[in-house]
């Protein structure tokens, strides 16, 4: 009997984020390895009753459960949480035949990927509190650059991250867990961090200019110096 796969997005962007290029990506390469896929959105799931029970039977038939979510003021968004929460809530009582995997994805708009480790220990803790086998977690910088894309559509900036998802799928097929070499890969910068500095400040520019505010992005109203 093949194995089952379930992506749980836990982006608010949905199909537009990094988050779900990532997820879909590995979703893919699992799908050629013979399993099964789906994917649930985290957000659209919590707004009613029945894309509450569409979330938790999406966990119930999957042998393999990949979280792949921004991060947010070094943690989850918000939905993750509820979801996390709602999630062990309902596994407390439950009983358990087969133990499943989980791996997480954590992406952050920061170029160092060491960004996304509290977010990550999260995602351990929660796959312990929850009885699933952790499988590891994969930590990427820099992620605001692939803006949703394809990774096949995302050029050579993106190669590392591709090939360290194709690893992590040749890995889960076998039923091992992510390899530490997919896990480097994926945390290499996607740019060199003068140019991700560079960008962001000619961005910022932009966007005070647009706002009518650029004369005052240097003011120190509280005479910090």
């Known amino acids: 009997m093949s194995l089952h796969a379930t992506l749980l997005i836990g ?4 199909p537009q984020s990094t988050s779900h290029a990532l997820g879909t990506y590995l979703l893919d390469r699992l799908k050629e390895k013979g399993m099964s896929v789906n994917k649930v959105f985290i957000q ?9 029970d569409t979330l938790l039977q999406a966990l119930d038939e999957a042998d393999i459960i990949v979280l792949a979510s921004p991060l947010y003021a070094d943690g ?55 009885g699933f086998e952790w499988a590891g977690g994969f930590a990427l910088g820099g992620g605001e650059s692939i803006g949703g894309q394809p990774l096949e559509k995302a050029g050579g900036r993106v190669r590392n991250v591709r090939k360290s998802l194709e690893l992590a799928a040749d890995a889960l097929a076998k039923g091992e867990y992510l390899p530490e070499s997919a896990v480097a890969l994926m945390a290499m910068p996607l740019v060199p961090r003068w140019l991700y500095l560079l960008i962001g400040n000619i961005g910022w520019r932009w966007k005070a200019k647009k706002q009518g505010c650029r004369e005052e992005l240097n003011n120190r109203p509280y005479g910090i110096p």
């Open 76 to 130: 989850h968004h918000s939905g993750v949480i509820a979801a996390m929460e709602l999630i062990r809530a309902r596994l407390s009582d439950k009983p358990r035949i087969n133990r499943q995997k989980m791996l997480a994805i954590s992406n952050s708009g920061f170029p160092e990927s060491s960004h996304n480790d509290l977010s990550l220990s999260i995602s351990r803790r929660f796959a312990v509190e929850c």
């Open 11 to 14: 982006s608010p962007r949905g």
């Open 44 to 52: 659209r799931s919590l707004i009613s009753k029945g894309g509450i």
